[in-house]
């Protein structure tokens, strides 16, 4: 059974740093790209950054330069730094393979504002 477990976010005031963490449990993690999504209030969820099996990482449009996703195999969990955070980062962040969408966890609610 395939579980994905967000966490990591929390208030933070416009300018600061949070640090998100998944960990995946279920899969063949070390072999597949994960991605970090973002569902803003009233808004669909879009992908943010992701990161290929072999490390590479991709940003959508805008978003290189204050996030960066990482990974660590060794523990089956991939991370999302977001740097001088803004209003607009606010929403629920998940993760989820981009390639092979499996059922999605619980999110975790990052909020920038002062």
């Known amino acids: 059974q395939v579980q994905l477990v967000e966490s990591g976010g929390e208030l933070v005031q416009p300018g600061g740093f949070l640090r998100l963490s998944c960990v995946a449990s279920?899969?063949?993690?070390?072999?597949?790209?994960m991605g970090w999504y973002r569902q803003a209030p009233g808004k669909e969820r879009t992908l943010v950054a992701r990161i290929t099996s072999t490390d590479v990482p991709y940003y959508a449009h805008l978003m290189e330069g204050r996030f960066a996703i990482s990974r660590d195999n060794t523990k089956n969990t991939a991370y999302l730094n977001l740097n001088d955070a803004k209003p607009e980062d606010t929403g629920v962040y998940y993760c989820?393979?981009?390639?092979?969408?499996?059922?999605w966890g619980q999110g975790t609610q990052v909020t920038v504002s002062s």
């Open positions: 989820n393979d981009p390639f092979d969408i499996q059922s």
């Open positions: 279920g899969i063949d993690f070390s072999r597949r790209s």
